[in-house]
């Protein structure tokens, strides 16, 4: 009887022991896991110092050997060697875990040592293959390996997943293929807002004819919806001085043929173009007059344009209505409208002008006469300048520094203009 007593004593000792053994590694697991989860944690500053301790106790933790191996490697005075032991640990312990393997990437190559580098990436890839910065890591490695063709696959891919890698890439191509046009298409191949980058980029680097070529293989939907970008790239077209290639882009975007017309909605029926106004009518303010689309008045169709002047001294109209123009350099051209005007009282009346892009007058016509008159027809000749735009404009340009008001109306309608 009494050594069954003895018996369930032991017993229940035992347990108690147990129990406190259980809550002891129980709480050694809690801590260990908060340890880890929170040195762990990318979002945390950490050093060298704070995590050699942890990884002396927990040296099982991949999470902890890895970030201890990225620590010895990006703080001053590194480690290499320590940095590469810390993360061939991270890799054992954890060797399907692709950030892991590109700190091991990291290191290697900054030990010299590339083509461990590349072998580490690969695995990288291998594991995690949509995600762009393992691909353009790789791509990046293997441009300085001089490995470019397996390269421009890698880059390929980075874009594809993060378009606003392309610039960079291209960058690398570009250097690593002695400004090699085919390389770098190559990395864009069918993607629509990567060869918009890609056109840029070549007009960048005064390639006008290539970079028109790639903007042009771009499916029209998505020039035409990526209006910021191909409004951008028709403008420096023409900065480049490319102007008919210019005008025939914009002719594709707007569905304008270029055999059309010279001047663009000469008869102001169309809406005017906002998205890509490079060869359309823009209209800036004026103090001294208001313009308008008006449909009441029109010599053909159902608008013409209307210019109320407000009757201010020394009336000035410049830029406030133009059109550019693409011509060919040296050709002779006529350039017609039709007028009508209200109550006209001006010292001088507006004048339709065709300047240079340097805004110099090339030709102008006679000034619309003062007073009413049903609609009349007006005609310039010109030689188109060598840089091969002109822009047509309606101008009012004072004789002195001060002259009498403005007042009244002019309407003006149907431009047109032809090479003769």
Known sequence: MIELNLTKSGARVLLALLTIAACALLALLIVSRFVIGTLADRRLQVTRAMLKIPVEYLPGSARLNARLAAAEFSEGDRDLASAKLYAERAVNLSPFDHRVWLTLASIEEAAGDRRAAEEALRTATELAPNYWSVHYRLGNLLVRERKLAESLEEFRKAIAANDTLTTGALDLVWQASTENVDAVRSVCEKNPRANLTLAQFLLGKSKPVEAAEVFMSIDRASRVSAAAESSIFMNGLIAAGKMETARDLW?????????????????????IQRSFS??????????????????????????????????????????????????????????????KTEDLDAPEGPRVVVTDDSSTWVAASEPVPAGSSDWRRLSLEFVAPQKGAVVISIKRRPRFSYDEPTRGTVWFDDFSMKQV
């Open 251 to 271: 002719g594709d975007l707007v569905g304008v043929d270029r055999g059309t017309a010279l001047i663009w909605n000469g008869g102001f029926e169309s809406d």
């Open 278 to 339: 490079q060869f359309d009518w823009s209209f800036n303010r004026s103090e001294y007059a208001v313009l308008s689309i008006d449909p009441a008045s029109p010599h053909s169709g159902s608008y013409s344009l209307k210019i109320e002047f407000a009757g201010r001294d020394t009336t000035k109209l410049d830029n406030e209505v133009k059109q550019l123009v693409a011509v060919t350099p040296g050709a002779r051209y006529v350039l017609e409208c039709y007028f």
